[in-house]
């Protein structure tokens, strides 16, 4: 079946400008994480989604950040006034449930100029 | 704060040798570990999850224990192959909406 999609697969945006990350994730799966991936380093986790339940923002690394998720299933991490330190590839993943394995889109490379 | 480290951070080996890779964390607060390899310009491959209440799981040439009392993860890969090349990674799931990724190992496997 389907995996985990993500679109754009590449964005260059100009620093203040605001950008939209999408993820469909696999079709069924209730549980939805956002990471991001700066060059050289490891992975940060962002955000979480159970269902249609509010998520724990306290992963965000800023107010710049946020997320949804419409209908329990399409999820979009917008971030508003891009900086450069924002560029890094994010990405998302989705599991049947938070106790199962989690599955990988192959990322939004987002470069800030 | 919570941690996860892998050790090392990057290997070589022969083809054909066995190998360990290593992930530890610092405390005992588990809710499950994965580990996943990355490909270079590549999204994550899941290759292993073990639950809390486990202490193993084997696919293939590859095998993950998890030892929660010394806060401690290995992923044994037997007779290494050259498509073995890439990084992998663990990641420590400490609740269930709470997710800290290790830095990885990158592994090179010399044919």
């Known amino acids: 079946g389907a995996g985990v999609s993500q679109s754009p697969s590449n964005k260059v945006t100009e620093k203040g400008k605001d950008v939209e990350l999408r993820c469909d994730p696999i079709?069924?799966?209730?549980?939805l994480y956002w990471y991001r991936q700066s060059l050289g380093q490891g992975l940060e986790f962002l955000i979480y989604?159970?269902?249609?339940?509010?998520?724990?923002k306290s992963g965000l690394p800023s107010d710049r950040f946020s997320a949804e998720r419409t209908g329990g299933s399409v999820s979009t991490l917008t971030i508003q006034r891009t900086q450069q330190e924002d560029s890094a590839v994010y990405l998302c993943?989705?599991?049947?449930?938070?106790?199962?394995?989690?599955?990988f889109g192959p990322g939004t490379r987002l470069t800030v100029t | 704060k919570q941690e996860v480290t892998q050790i090392p951070a990057a290997l070589s080996v022969p083809e054909g040798e066995n190998l360990v890779l290593n992930c530890s964390f610092t405390?005992?607060?588990?809710?499950?570990l994965q580990w996943f390899r990355q490909d270079p310009g590549k999204g994550l491959t899941s290759l292993l999850l073990?639950?809390?209440?486990?202490r193993e799981q084997t696919s293939g040439r590859l095998n993950a224990s998890l030892d929660k009392s010394s806060g401690r993860s290995t992923l044994y890969i037997a007779a290494s192959q050259p498509g073995d090349s890439a990084t992998y990674l663990c990641?420590?799931?400490?609740?269930?909406?709470?997710?800290?990724f290790g830095p990885g190992t990158s592994l090179s496997v010399i044919p």
């Open positions: 993943a989705s599991s049947r449930d938070p106790a199962y394995e989690q599955y």
């Open positions: 079709s069924g799966h209730t549980a």
């Open positions: 989604f159970q269902g249609n339940s509010a998520p724990d």
């Open positions: 405390d005992s607060a588990i809710y499950n």
């Open positions: 073990i639950q809390s209440s486990q």
């Open positions: 990641a420590r799931k400490t609740s269930y909406d709470k997710v800290i």
